[in-house]
Structures are given as C-alpha cells and as structure tokens.
C-alpha cells in the first residue's frame, strides 16, 4: 500500500513510525512532515490546510489510504474533500470533527444525552458572559469555542481575572477567531486522564491510558502549552473506572454522534477527570493527542494499517486492540522562551546517542535539515520517549536519553509522571 500522512509534528512522527512497520506499508509520503519523518516517509511539501492539492497528490501517486494527524485539517473538511474524490481517508467528516471543534457543540451533546460533564454555559455575546461571571463561584474555567493549538483554556481564581479573561478571549481574539464564542463551566479538581480510542461509526475500542502535562514549568505552573510530556498507563484509570467510563461516557458519545447524523470514524481523544463524584469529560479531540500518541502508539501491538482500515471500512468489531504490559514516558524538549516567543535555528547534538537504542524513540515535532544536520524550529523540539517494565524504570530511561540530547536554550520540565509516586 502507498500511505499519505497529514501533519508535521511529533504525533505525525509517531504515526509514521507505527506505520512503518506494517507489511503492507509499501511506500509512506507525508505532507508536509518534518526532519525526522523524513526517516520513514518522504516528505512533500504541500500544507496540511491545502486540501485541492493534497486530494490531487493522492489521486497522481495513487495513494491507498490517507491518515490525518492534526486537527484543523480534519475540522476543515479534508475527510469530506479526500472521500469526494473517491480517496480512502482515515480521520472524522467535518460533521463529526465539530466534537473538538466547538466546544459549545460537544458541551451541549453532552447535555443532551446525559454523558457526564461539568455544568457550564454557553456565550456568544461578551457583555452577557460579565454579567454571569457576577453570579459564578470561583475558580471557574474559561474556554475558547475552537481550535487553539490545546491553550485556549484559562482557569481564573478571581471575578477580576475571569473578567480579563473573557476581554482575552471574546474582545482581544487572543485565540482568534476561536474566540467568537465561549464557554464558562464550573472548576473540576481530581486527576485527569486521556484515553484515545478507535471509532467506526458504531463500535468503540479504547486505547491504553495516559496522562499529560499540559503546563510549560514543573510542579504544574507556567503557561498552558501543547503538552510538556506523558506517560501511559495511568495508575489512577482503575478497571473500575474504565467500566464506568465504558458505559456512561465512551459509547454513549459513539451512540450519541450517530444519532444525530454525524457518524464519527477516526480517534476520539476523551479528556477526563476523575472527581469524588466519578469520571466526568473535560474535553474532546477528534485525534490522536500529542504527546499522548507518542507514549501510546510504542505500547501498541496492532498492526496500525489494519485498525485504520477497519475503522473506515466499519469492522472494527473484529479487531482485537492489544497493548503490551510496559509503561512509557515521553518527556518534551522544548525552546527556551516556549509557549510564547523563541528562537529557531540551534543545532541539535546526540541524536546519534539514541539512535537504535532499544526502548528509546526520539520523535520529532518542530526540527528541520540545514547542511546536513538538525536544528529547531519549533517550540516543542522533540519528545524522547522511553519504555521500561513499569513507570519508574521508563521513567528514569526516559530522563537518562534526555541528558543525550542538547541544544541551545533547550529546557524540559523534570517532573514528567511524577505522579506516579504518589499512586
């Protein structure tokens, strides 16, 4: 089979890798990919959002199956385009890629259906959303309506600060124009946990657990990032729990999508926290997360060609999704100055250190080639993955690949699955 995968950071990378390793994986483009891609895919460059000429790539090449990575791709409508053109695609139509792309929308799903959430309330008019902050307990969170690359999410202490928040957001567009709309729901405290699954319009397959690390500095302060790091599984995602969430959240979102005739086919990413009261959805994403996809896809036994295939094709019922009994962690080496301003271009030393290392995955997210050699550019440089018997032992491999990498003004948080201790 000839692949094509969309995106360019190190969940694509991640993807790729996985693909890689399929038989039936002939020939793997990607579009437009970066440095480390490059190692299993040829990179094309054509941009995730130019869906004519990806869609006109793929007929030229004769591509069997296209997998979309990102996520404004799939909200935009390429499944749509690719399956006008008699493509094969794996990823949601752009009905049902609104589940991560309005959160109002997924907000009000779950209202309707009786899949638990926190209560909140829906805005479009920014003088309406002062005046419920009037009547708001605090800490209340604050989230732009669309895509903002995982940061258009502020959790506000004070009346002043949700005040600034909502001028942020609703008046300044800090997040652009996913900020038109907005929702205001009341503050869960617990552990979050993400759990990515495998859709087929009608069954549902869970991956492995995981957890993130949303902020840029340790001990969970800083700014909210794209994902600092995580690790898989998550010792607080109990059998218990997973029955729960089985039967109260994860099929009734499947059920609930095709009932409103948006059948959904691709990876639902569900955002969980694990309150007193039980599991309840932060958030959806309709795709693999990242980092989470870098922890989880290394853990996977499948033949990803195949669960892929089965999901578009509405098979996935007989797919038996194994996983192996290890743990992974993924820790992010980042730019100095992320998630605001930072400087491209630095050389990146050691890879060679990692390379074949068994257990080690280095998966590129914002590198590029200049004379032969690596150098930055992107916030999140790299996210060095690590396997090992259970947390603590991937843990430590993970943290001990780091210090083989460097660049300059690289940093990366050291309390990547610390949690784990307390478990």
């Avoid at 799903?109 to 005046?131: C, Q, R, S, V, W």
């Avoid at 639902?268 to 990242?290: Q, S």
């Avoid at 797919?319 to 993924?330: H, K, R």
Wanted: charged letters at 25%; glycine letters at 10%.
């Amino acid at each position: 089979m000839k692949i094509l995968i969309v995106g360019s950071g190190g969940r694509e990378h991640a993807i790729a890798w996985k693909v890689s390793q399929s038989p039936k994986a002939e020939k793997i483009y990607c579009a437009p990919g970066n440095a480390g891609i490059e190692e299993y895919a040829e990179c094309v460059p054509i941009g995730a959002m130019e869906f004519e000429k990806l869609a006109a790539f793929a007929k030229e090449k004769e591509i069997d199956l296209t997998v979309v990575g990102m996520d404004d791709p799939l909200v935009g409508g390429i499944v749509d385009v690719f399956e006008k053109e008699g493509l094969r695609v794996f990823g949601p139509r752009k009905n049902a890629a609104v589940l991560e792309g309005s959160k109002a929308f997924s907000k009000d799903l779950m209202k309707k259906y009786g899949i638990p959430t926190a209560a909140y309330e829906n805005f479009d008019d920014p003088d309406k959303a002062l005046a419920y902050l009037e009547t708001a307990e605090f800490p209340i969170v604050l989230k732009a309506d669309g895509l903002a690359l995982g940061k258009g999410v502020l959790i506000c202490n004070t009346l002043e600060e949700a005040k600034d928040g909502v001028r942020e957001i609703m008046l300044d567009k800090h997040f652009g124009a996913a900020g038109n709309r907005m929702v205001i729901e009341e503050f869960m405290t617990g552990r979050e946990v993400s759990v990515l699954s495998f859709v087929d319009g009608k069954t549902i397959k869970c991956m492995t657990s995981a957890q993130d690390h949303k902020r840029a500095l340790d001990g969970d302060q800083g700014l909210n990032t794209g994902g600092m790091g995580t690790f898989s599984p998550s010792p607080f995602y109990t059998p218990e729990i997973d029955e729960f969430c089985q039967k109260h959240i994860y099929q009734p979102t499947v059920d609930a999508m095709a009932a409103e005739g948006r059948p959904f086919k691709g990876v639902i990413f569900f955002g969980l926290m694990l309150t007193e009261k039980g599991p309840k959805v932060l958030e959806y994403n309709a795709r693999f997360g990242d980092p989470e996809a870098q922890v989880v896809l290394p853990r996977m036994k499948n033949d990803i060609v195949d669960v892929f295939e089965a999901c578009i094709d509405g098979t996935l019922d007989q797919i038996d999704l194994q996983f192996e009994d290890n743990a992974a962690v993924c820790v992010v080496l980042a730019s100095g100055g992320y998630p605001v301003s930072y400087e491209k271009g630095f050389p990146i030393e050691g890879l060679e250190n990692l390379k074949g290392r068994d257990g080690v995955y280095v998966f590129h997210a914002g590198t590029r080639k200049e004379n032969g050699r690596f150098v930055t550019n992107g916030g999140r440089v790299l996210g060095v993955t690590a396997t090992g018997p259970d947390l603590k032992a991937a843990r430590a491999n993970a943290y001990e690949a780091v210090k083989q990498v460097t660049f300059e003004k690289a940093y990366c948080r050291s309390d990547i699955g610390k949690a784990i201790d307390e478990a």
